[in-house]
């Protein structure tokens, strides 16, 4: 069955942290795979570089030298980076609770997924099971198992996402930023509907897949 919700992970910022590594989900990694099958850094279709960290147990994102800060919050929510992994795999500025607790909250504008040139710069989910294997497809990282997230037919979210990869992380970061705007009133024009499973036809200007 196709799939249809993404797995999410968060590495968060605070002010004096150089590199911060993601909690991961246990895991032990029978399917073969493991953290010598990643690399260590990965790059966003903008050129925004993260750390990749692995251990036996899985994988999170880090936060690098020349990573930009995330976006700012509101409240005593705490910003930083989450990933979120489904056809494609992104990396998401996200607001965290300071509690600690998992839920987070971001804005698909917030979001873009990797780039690459080679299968080497995806990230591979051994932990979990099904394993999650992400290859270079058309300089994106893509999910190899296209029978949980096929190509065809293109869904919002995907669409979506392909859309904001065209345009610069600072230009998306709102809701009601002009570029949001622009992106979700192309795609209210070319899918079925407003649901994340709802087909479309990818607009004009946006990301190729």
């Known amino acids: 069955m196709p799939g ?12 004096a942290a150089i590199a911060l590594v993601a909690s991961a989900t246990p895991g032990c990694g029978a399917s073969g795979y493991g953290p010598a099958d990643n690399p260590t850094a990965v790059s966003d279709v903008t050129g925004v570089e993260f750390g990749w960290s692995c251990r036996a147990s899985g994988c999170g994102l880090a936060l690098l030298p020349t990573t930009p800060a995330p976006d700012p919050c509101t409240g005593d929510d705490v910003p930083g980076y989450g ?90 970061n709102t809701l009601a930023a002009p570029a949001t705007l622009q992106v979700e009133a192309a795609l209210d ?21």
């Not at 249809?4 to 002010?15: I, M, N, P, R, Y």
């Not at 500025?93 to 780039?115: D, I, M």
Request: glycine content about 4%; hydrophobic content about 35%; overall charge negative.
């Open 4 to 15: 249809t919700t993404e797995k999410v992970s968060v590495a968060l910022s605070f002010a």
């Open 189 to 209: 024009a070319s899918c079925a509907g407003p649901a994340f499973d709802d087909t479309c036809s990818l607009p004009d200007g946006c990301r190729a897949p």
């Open 83 to 172: 990933w979120a992994a489904g056809r494609f795999f992104s990396v998401c500025s996200v607001c965290a609770p300071r509690s600690g607790s998992f839920v987070y909250s971001t804005q698909p504008g917030q979001c873009r997924v990797l780039a690459c040139a080679t299968s080497a710069d995806c990230p591979i989910m051994f932990e979990d099971s099904p394993v999650d294997v992400y290859a270079c497809a058309d300089g994106l990282c893509q999910n190899s198992d296209q029978q949980r997230w096929p190509r065809d037919p293109l869904q919002r979210i995907d669409a979506e996402a392909l859309c904001f990869a065209a345009h610069p992380r600072a230009d998306t």
